[in-house]
């Protein structure tokens, strides 16, 4: 599953979901939380199962039942299930959803036993006004995976850190080879592939107060060409099957593509593929900045075991075997403080230069988030660049439109 994360909307109207401000009793005897999410889905359930299977065993009085669901489906059903007042104990959200969901008093606030256990940055992104009210679950990284057998057919040196869009142009140019089926490479055109692109080519998506888009500007021209230029080229095109999920992952896996921008979470989907492969940390034009995502869990503030949600919470964000099973998995990475537990992800085995996870970390481009209309922007934005790389408009007329449009949803 790509965790181009979903964002919820119409969370406006559970406002009434709130907590009428008492404390939750204390649990007592046995109880059965529940817990929805979209992060084990396509891959991962048998890694969440042995978290849930740990936690019971610690804590026996609890039982987890969990709901799965595919990354499409899963915001429509939380939506769904807020409206009518049935949300899970325990589920998955995301940065750019946190704000409106405290804003509406969805989520619980959340007494943490050990804050110390999380890396500072990415609890605190669920903070607000000094309370917690989600914990983050994992974080994970876009990377630039390439295949070595193809570079070394073609007597190339492998990407590096330190290469560069033209770096990156170059050799996909050379190992394209349209007539054998080969493609030199593959990025989405899309939002999240957008900002970051704009992100490294010193650009600005949103002004300082988001009330309105920046992307309108030289820098973020070139940044859309960098993205639309490569369909046709050295990406296959949208007749081709560009844009139908999972096509990249499944090119790649059948040593068709040679570089392919994605997250560190599919790691485990190309573990086995008969050819060599890494990864690089992904090129930049004026400045390295590569995409970080953060899951994270919230309590329903409708919970009526918060004390035994939490402690679930708790426990699949920071507990040992949370991390063991991460690492061993390759299923992104555990958000916590300690170091010397994360250092053995270098360890794990393919793609050997796993220290470029950790290299990325170095430029960071988090998501353009707003008060309101966050899914519209994204939805625009992906739909004027898809308008660009079909060639139904230049790649000036894409941006100005989205401009028109987001700025209307965003600041009206």
Same mark, same amino acid.
Request: negative net charge.
């Given at each position: 599953?790509k965790?181009?994360? #979903? ?8 406002a009434?979901?709130?907590l009428s401000g008492?404390?939750? #009793? ?5 109880v ?8 084990s889905?396509?891959?991962n ?5 042995a &978290? ?9 009085? &609890?039982t987890?039942e969990v709901t ?5 489906d899963y915001?429509?059903?939380?939506q769904?299930d807020?409206?009518?007042g049935s949300?899970?104990?325990?589920f ?7 704000a409106q ?5 969805v ?7 050990n804050?110390g ?5 990415l609890?605190e992104?669920y903070?607000?006004?000094?309370v ?6 994992s974080?994970?990284a876009?990377?630039?995976y390439y ?6 057919a073609?007597?190339?040196?492998y ?8 770096d ?9 080879d349209?007539a054998?089926g080969?493609?030199?490479?593959h990025q989405?055109?899309?939002f999240?592939?957008?900002?970051k692109a704009l992100?490294?080519?010193?650009g600005?998506f949103?002004n300082?107060d988001?009330?309105a888009?920046a992307?309108?500007t030289?820098e973020?021209?070139e940044? /859309?060409?960098?993205?639309v230029g490569k369909?046709?080229t050295v990406?296959p095109t949208?007749?081709?099957g560009?844009?139908?999920?999972d096509?990249?992952t499944?090119?790649?896996k059948?040593g068709?593509l ?5 997250g560190i979470?599919?790691?485990?989907s190309?573990a086995?593929?008969?050819f060599?492969?890494d ?5 930049g034009?004026?400045t390295q900045?590569?995409a ?5 869990v919230g309590v329903s ?6 004390e ?9 964000t920071?507990s040992d075997?949370?991390?063991? +099973?991460?690492?061993?998995?390759g299923?992104e990475? #555990?958000p916590?403080?300690d ?6 992800y270098l360890?794990?085995g393919?793609p050997?230069n796993?220290q ?7 430029g +960071?481009?988090?998501p353009p988030v707003?008060?309101k209309?966050?899914a519209?922007?994204q939805? +625009? ?5 898809i308008e660009?790389q079909?060639?139904?408009k230049?790649?000036?007329e894409?941006l100005?439109?989205a401009?028109e449009r987001i700025n /209307?949803?965003?600041?009206?």
């Amino acid at each position: 599953m790509k965790h181009l994360l #979903p964002t919820v909307l119409g969370i406006t109207g559970v406002a009434a979901l709130t907590l009428s401000g008492c404390a939750a #009793p204390a649990d007592s005897g046995p109880v059965t939380i529940t817990y929805s999410n979209f992060i084990s889905n396509d891959g991962n359930e048998e890694n969440l199962q042995a &978290i849930i299977d740990a936690f019971e065993d610690a804590n026996p009085d &609890i039982t987890v039942e969990v709901t799965t669901l595919p990354y499409g489906d899963y915001g429509t059903a939380v939506q769904t299930d807020l409206a009518a007042g049935s949300v899970s104990d325990v589920f998955d959200i995301e940065y750019a959803n946190y704000a409106q969901y405290q804003a509406n008093g969805v989520l619980a606030p959340i007494e943490l036993e050990n804050a110390g256990a999380y890396k500072p940055s990415l609890l605190e992104a669920y903070a607000t006004g000094g309370v917690q009210y989600a914990l983050p679950s994992s974080f994970s990284a876009v990377v630039l995976y390439y295949n070595a057998d193809l570079f070394d057919a073609a007597g190339l040196d492998y990407p590096t850190n330190d290469w560069t869009w033209e770096d990156e142009r170059a050799a996909a140019e050379a190992l394209t080879d349209q007539a054998a089926g080969v493609w030199g490479d593959h990025q989405p055109v899309s939002f999240y592939e957008y900002y970051k692109a704009l992100a490294q080519n010193g650009g600005e998506f949103l002004n300082a107060d988001g009330t309105a888009v920046a992307f309108n500007t030289p820098e973020g021209i070139e940044a /859309a060409e960098w993205l639309v230029g490569k369909s046709g080229t050295v990406m296959p095109t949208i007749e081709q099957g560009q844009g139908t999920p999972d096509f990249d992952t499944n090119l790649f896996k059948d040593g068709k593509l040679a570089m392919l921008h994605t997250g560190i979470w599919v790691f485990t989907s190309v573990a086995d593929v008969p050819f060599t492969w890494d990864i690089a940390v992904e090129p930049g034009n004026t400045t390295q900045a590569s995409a970080v995502f953060s899951n994270a869990v919230g309590v329903s503030a409708t919970s009526e075991h918060v004390e035994a949600a939490t402690k679930w919470a708790e426990f699949l964000t920071s507990s040992d075997a949370m991390v063991d +099973i991460r690492l061993d998995s390759g299923w992104e990475l #555990p958000p916590i403080a300690d170091d010397a537990k994360l250092a053995t992800y270098l360890e794990k085995g393919a793609p050997a230069n796993r220290q470029a996870v950790f290299d990325s970390l170095d430029g +960071i481009a988090l998501p353009p988030v707003v008060a309101k209309g966050q899914a519209e922007m994204q939805d +625009i934005i992906t739909e004027e660049l898809i308008e660009a790389q079909a060639g139904r408009k230049t790649v000036e007329e894409a941006l100005a439109s989205a401009e028109e449009r987001i700025n /209307a949803v965003i600041g009206g």
